[in-house]
């Protein structure tokens, strides 16, 4: 549920803006991570290359982001935001941030502490544990 209604406000708060659900994670590991490969957007994201190449072209034709050669691999391309991406990233920010405080709002401190810990906890089990098999380990 708390998935589903991430997505809803996201298409909501982003419409505007001209971003959908499936296109903010990429401009966000843009942010921290500009010049990698739709390669590397898609392992890093867990999304599917045909997947990635759809929301990167999406975002191309929009303005966001720009592709380049990689000069060692030619059949790759670098991937980097561009100036009206940037221009809107505090915009951005200020969005993701009032959805992290209305969902932790009426919670202290130490329950918003525990929570992302547990949180930290459980995306690292995923990045170390093959959790695709996980069904078959009966």
Known sequence: ILYRKNQIYINNAFKELNITASELPIIMCLKYHEGVSQDDLSSFLNIDKASTTRTIQSLDKKGFIKREK?????????????????????????????????????????????MFNVLDSMVNKLDS????????NE
Do not use: C
């Not at 790759?76 to 940037?86: F, G, V």
């Not at 544990?129 to 078959?136: E, G, M």
């Open 70 to 114: 990689d000069l060692n691999d030619r059949r790759a391309n670098k991937i980097y935001l561009t100036k009206l991406a940037h221009g809107q990233m505090p915009e951005i920010l200020k969005r993701l941030e009032l959805w992290s405080e209305y969902l932790t709002d009426g919670l202290n401190e130490e329950s918003v502490n525990t």
């Open 129 to 136: 544990d093959n959790f695709k098999t996980i069904w078959r």
